[in-house]
């Protein structure tokens, strides 16, 4: 892939892509209820809101982390102890860029895409490399599976 067409990709506002849909839930439902909701739609996480605002956020990370203590009740409210609150975010008119950048610096698979107040939907790691392939498909489709890899000798017949 040329540098123009990566730079091209790059700077692409996250508002020229496909936000994957934000599951909402209020810091007063319970983590039983969020880890529900999690389950069942296949999400990574849940944004809580209060007034239409982002307060706080519950990713898988924090049930492995914060959740799995022997006596863990799973009925209390989500922001007794186990929410995110104020978590990062990314602007709508942020690039792809950025959002790479802000994932990789602080080991994020998912950053919620706002615009003011609201919450207009997640960008994900994932889905930013489907993006990308879906993009370039001759050039992605054909890397070789170990693009730095130096065979001792000829394969073939």
Same mark, same amino acid.
């Given at each position: 892939?040329?540098?123009?067409?990566?730079?091209?990709?790059?700077?692409?506002?996250?508002?020229?892509?496909?936000?994957?849909?934000?599951?909402?839930?209020?810091?007063?439902?319970?983590?039983?209820?969020?880890?529900?909701?999690?389950? !069942? @739609?296949?999400?990574?996480?849940? #944004?809580?809101?209060? *007034?239409?605002? /982002? $307060?706080?956020?519950?990713?898988?990370?924090?049930?492995?982390?914060?959740?799995?203590?022997?006596?863990?009740?799973?009925?209390?409210?989500?922001?007794?102890?186990?929410?995110?609150?104020?978590?990062?975010?990314?602007?709508?008119?942020?690039?792809?860029?950025?959002?790479?950048?802000?994932?990789?610096?602080?080991?994020?698979?998912?950053?919620?895409?706002? !615009? @003011?107040?609201?919450?207009?939907? #997640?960008?994900?790691? *994932?889905?930013? /490399? $489907?993006?990308?392939?879906?993009?370039?498909?001759?050039?992605?489709?054909?890397?070789?599976?170990?693009?730095?890899?130096?065979?001792?000798?000829?394969?073939?017949?």
């Amino acid at each position: 892939m040329d540098r123009s067409r990566l730079t091209h990709f790059l700077s692409q506002t996250l508002a020229d892509l496909p936000l994957a849909e934000a599951p909402v839930v209020s810091p007063g439902d319970s983590v039983r209820d969020a880890v529900d909701m999690m389950r !069942d @739609g296949s999400r990574s996480c849940v #944004l809580a809101t209060e *007034g239409g605002r /982002l $307060t706080g956020i519950f990713t898988e990370r924090d049930v492995l982390t914060k959740c799995m203590g022997e006596g863990f009740d799973w009925g209390q409210p989500l922001g007794a102890a186990v929410l995110t609150r104020d978590p990062r975010t990314i602007p709508v008119g942020g690039t792809v860029a950025e959002a790479i950048a802000t994932m990789r610096r602080y080991h994020y698979r998912t950053l919620p895409v706002v !615009d @003011g107040d609201s919450v207009l939907g #997640l960008v994900r790691l *994932g889905d930013l /490399l $489907t993006h990308l392939a879906e993009a370039y498909p001759e050039e992605i489709l054909n890397l070789p599976p170990r693009p730095h890899q130096v065979m001792e000798k000829q394969e073939g017949g």
